[in-house]
């Protein structure tokens, strides 16, 4: 059973960084593509990154695109999102998520609160 | 980016009846929707993809129809499991969006 496991999130200042990692179990990241999607608190969902399985390309989220960087660790099997220069309005929920286009399976989620 | 409409934003429906929920597209996008279901405290789970294929493991009682702009998920004979939000989501335009979501509540 393919299953993902999001950790790394906190509470960190306006204008930090900090690093989550997705670890997934059951299949190889290696052979998908893999996706971050965040909900801010009671906001709807919105896509925030995509790695191709080829790792060659990524996507970004025009809110993120140049402060966050998704990446994977083939030999480790876990996808990471490096995130700088944090703001309010990424304070939300994280999840990967296996896919492109639509996603399935998806990870619990990891909590990150950007906030003075 | 492609803004996804769903409506209503809200309902309370008894175990048992149907339940219509909508998801409209600012321009055609073909079947390129999907729907999830999120639950209090749990991740989105994917229900449908295609427009109306079911994905892995959905029961039937959900089913999806629509295709351009006007989609549709069904549930046929709500049960108690099935409140939460649903949301729809296009991929046919880059970057893929997400509906508000639609909350279910059961009676």
């Known amino acids: 059973e393919m299953h993902l496991l999001e950790s790394g999130g906190a509470l960190v200042q306006p204008g930090g960084s900090l690093r989550l990692s997705c670890a997934a179990s059951g299949f190889t990241l290696s052979s998908f593509a893999m996706s971050w999607v965040r909900r801010a608190p009671g906001k709807g969902l919105e896509w925030v990154a995509t790695l191709t399985s080829s790792g060659k390309n990524t996507y970004y989220a025009d809110s993120v695109e140049g402060r966050f960087t998704v990446s994977r660790d083939n030999s480790k099997n876990i996808l990471y999102l490096q995130m700088n220069s944090l703001r309010a309005e990424d304070t939300a929920m994280y999840y990967c998520?296996?896919?492109?286009?639509?996603?399935?399976?998806w990870g619990q989620g990891t909590l990150v609160t950007v906030s003075s | 980016e492609m803004v996804m409409t769903q409506s209503p934003a809200s309902l309370s429906v008894s175990p048992g009846e149907r339940v219509t929920l909508s998801c409209r597209a600012g321009?055609?996008?073909?079947?390129?929707l999907a729907w999830y279901q999120q639950k209090p405290g749990q991740s989105p789970r994917l229900l449908i993809y295609g427009a109306s294929t079911r994905a892995t493991g959905i029961p039937a009682r959900f089913s999806g129809s629509g295709s351009g702009t006007e989609f549709t998920l069904t549930i046929n004979g709500l049960q108690s499991e099935d409140f939460g939000v649903y949301y729809c989501?296009?991929?046919?335009?880059?970057?893929?969006?997400f509906g508000q979501g639609t909350k279910v509540e059961v009676k």
């Open positions: 998520a296996q896919g492109t286009f639509y996603y399935d399976p």
């Open positions: 321009q055609s996008i073909f079947t390129s």
């Open positions: 989501q296009q991929y046919s335009n880059w970057p893929q969006t």
